[in-house]
């Protein structure tokens, strides 16, 4: 079986935590930075970082429209925190000049953990993801506040003060996470959406 060939956007944030998940989850992993990289994947990992400078450099690197003709063309799509907010329909607390791929018909809240000082961890139990709950670690983590009748909810905080907050969705091709996977060294939702991809293809 061949490896599906699946890029991590690499304008900002941890791309190389994906790429090393991504590839002990058996995709050819590679970054993508121009237009004529992303031509050349099966699917793609939008990862943590900072929303507003991934949005800026998007238009900068010429990213936008190739990304969002490639999403409306049913190429698989993983958000992971910032991601998730580039992937979204609606953000709030977002900048005014904010733009992400509208991908996913959902509401997330920016920050809505807190400040870096409010990052912390705990178990969420992903559908669809066997074995025990994710050890799940928040950065500055949004949250879904809305979704529409196409999403899936796949997570929730199942304690503390924040139980009960949406933070794993999928709709159709296209995955969003709160949380950092890639910094667990657990890949089992990076062997979820690598899955997603060969299905895809």
């Known amino acids: 079986m061949t490896a599906p060939v699946i890029g991590v956007l690499a304008l900002q944030g941890d791309v190389r935590e994906h790429l090393a998940a991504l590839a002990g989850a058996g995709a050819d992993a590679r970054p993508v930075r121009r237009p004529a990289e992303l031509d050349e994947v099966d699917g793609l990992v939008i990862p943590g970082g900072e929303s507003t400078t991934m949005s800026k450099l998007a238009d900068i690197f010429e990213m936008r429209e190739p990304i969002d003709k490639r999403i409306a063309g049913g190429m698989p799509v993983y958000g992971s925190c910032a991601g998730m907010i580039m992937l979204a329909a609606e953000v709030l607390d977002g900048r005014p000049d904010q733009r992400g791929f509208a991908g996913i018909e959902m509401t997330v809240r920016r920050n809505a953990f807190g400040r870096q000082v409010d990052s912390f961890e ?55 996470t709160s949380f950092h996977p890639e910094l667990t060294g657990d890949l089992r939702l990076h062997r979820y959406f690598v899955d997603l991809v060969r299905a895809a293809a």
Do not use: K, Y
């Open 122 to 176: 705990a178990p969420v139990e992903i559908t669809g993801v066997e074995g025990e709950p994710f050890h799940a670690v928040f950065i500055r983590a949004p949250w879904v506040e809305r979704v529409g009748a196409g999403v899936e909810v796949l997570g929730r905080v199942t304690d503390g003060p924040a139980a009960g907050r949406i933070v794993a969705v999928r709709q159709g091709h296209l995955l969003a």
